[in-house]
């Protein structure tokens, strides 16, 4: 889908852009509170422009079949120097409103890269991705830890991106309460900021992240256990470390299986992804070792929504002992 | 760019969409005022707007202002958080800033990114934040007699 190049040469073509921008937003589908943080994102970055470059162009280009709106801004402004980029935040509202409005428009998207030089110009790459639709794919979680410990040695990962992927991950902490804690958050953030390396890659920097975060003077983390699952549309793919399950539900027979091991602390076992074709019907059960794996596909209320699948499991397949984990995925179409 | 519809459309639409805050202000009372901010409220904006209450400020005598936020689309974090600032300048200045018609996506953004509207009222909507309003000026609002003949008597000198 083909939009014009917009010219903006002032706040008010700067404000219609953003107005257009929530326009063709709502057209592909998104909902009200998306097409608000468009418009915000495009409002700040195209108010950028005009401020400091005089005017820019503005670009919407929709992709991958209508499901992810990426919009370029570019200018032949000034250009924003390194050190500039991160200021903004706090009292510093007042004397350059430049890194806040960057700030917002990050938050706002789901992508977001700037290209800049001083004396070189501008331009903004950023990208919106919708939400798969809750009658094509839906989700269940429970996660709880043990009665013995204040916080959840736990942690679970659900990342749509492109518009038709989605990145599933559970992870389970190494060692008890806040420390399982920490190092299951540590690798959560990790997967949330790296979700589109490929899963090997994945796995190998977040345990060399690990080493790194060990070095440092406060750097008392462990190590976690996780399994990576990435769903496309016709085709899946597989790496799990360690003790952490995953079961796959289709019309072709799909087995999946986890190496043992550990991410952040010795040597990490051969890493090798395993890759399957498969229907656009198929239910993905996750879970972490508080949940036991002797479970059968039949006896499972697999009609149910997801998270009625993924309560049914956790009542019933609980251990005594330890943080559980399930997350269900169930793609209808 | 500007639309080619009836002139007063335009007049409308340009002053809402640029060079000058989203914003309205009216009296409420000699001491109180009203301000409603409408649309993206987006860092520049935001400008503008503090920009403009700081200058109403400077008015002597007021001493309550009502913030409305029930028509923004949506606020980023850092915003809201210096919105709250505004407030605590206000506070400083002597005048209680009350914040009504936080919708709860807005809600949401400003819980999530820790922004704390500490020791500001909050109301859901501009009727109750009226009512705390005149009730903290010594004011209230008093019906008129539903008895139509005494209604008549009090119309007469």
């Known amino acids: ?333 | 760019m500007a639309k080619k519809n009836s002139s007063s459309e335009v007049a409308i639409s340009r002053r809402k969409i640029g060079g000058e805050a989203p914003m309205v202000v009216a009296e409420v009372t000699d001491s109180c005022l009203y301000t409603g901010f409408f649309g993206t409220l987006d860092s520049a904006r935001m400008r503008l707007v503090t920009e403009k209450l700081l200058e109403v400020l400077e008015r002597t005598g007021i001493n309550m202002i009502i913030i409305d936020l029930s028509n923004i689309d949506i606020i980023d974090s850092a915003v809201a958080a210096h919105l709250v600032r505004v407030g605590e300048t206000m506070r400083l200045v002597g005048t209680e800033a009350v914040f009504c018609g936080v919708m709860p996506v807005i809600a949401q953004t400003m819980i999530n990114a820790g922004v704390e509207f500490k020791g500001f009222r909050l109301f859901r909507d501009f009727k109750s934040c009226l009512k705390y309003v005149l009730n903290k000026q010594g004011l209230m609002l008093v019906p008129f007699s539903p008895n139509p003949a005494e209604q008549a008597q009090q119309q007469q000198p």
């Open chain 1, 1 to 333: 889908m083909k939009y014009k190049t917009l010219k903006i040469n002032n706040e008010f073509e700067a404000i219609h852009a953003s107005e257009l921008a929530s326009n063709i937003a709502i057209q592909m589908g998104f909902g009200k509170l998306e097409s608000s943080q468009i418009t915000l994102a495009v409002s700040e970055i195209a108010g950028n422009a005009v401020k400091f470059a005089g005017k820019g162009t503005v670009n919407f280009n929709v992709k991958k079949n209508k499901r992810v709106l990426e919009v370029v801004i570019k200018d032949k402004g000034p250009g924003i120097s390194k050190n500039n980029k991160i200021v903004g935040e706090g009292y510093k509202f007042f004397k350059t409103s430049l890194g806040v409005g960057l700030k917002a428009a990050e938050r706002a998207m789901d992508e977001f890269f700037i290209k800049s030089k001083p004396g070189k110009g501008t331009t903004v790459v950023m990208r919106k991705f919708l939400h798969m639709p809750d009658d094509e794919i839906e989700y269940g979680v429970v996660s709880l830890n043990d009665e013995q410990n204040i916080v959840n040695g736990d942690s679970y990962v659900i990342k749509e991106f492109d518009g038709d992927k989605v990145l599933l991950s559970v992870i389970d902490g190494l060692g008890e309460g806040p420390v399982a804690n920490k190092a299951a958050n540590f690798v959560k953030d990790f997967i949330e900021d790296n979700y589109r390396l490929n899963l090997t890659k994945m796995v190998v920097k977040c345990d060399k992240y690990f080493r790194k975060q060990k070095k440092k003077k406060n750097g008392d983390i462990t190590a976690a256990v996780f399994g990576l699952f990435l769903l496309k549309s016709g085709s899946l793919e597989y790496l799990g470390i360690g003790d952490t399950n995953i079961r796959v539900i289709s019309k072709k027979k799909i087995s999946l299986f986890s190496k043992g091991g550990l991410v952040g602390e010795y040597n990490l076992p051969a890493l090798n992804v395993q890759k399957e074709h498969c229907g656009r019907e198929i239910i993905v059960i996750m879970h972490t070792d508080g949940i036991s794996d002797r479970f059968t596909d039949d006896i499972l209320p697999l009609n149910q929504s997801a998270q009625k699948i993924a309560d049914f499991i956790m009542n019933k397949f609980r251990r005594e002992y330890g943080d559980a984990t399930i997350l269900v995925l169930k793609r209808k179409k």
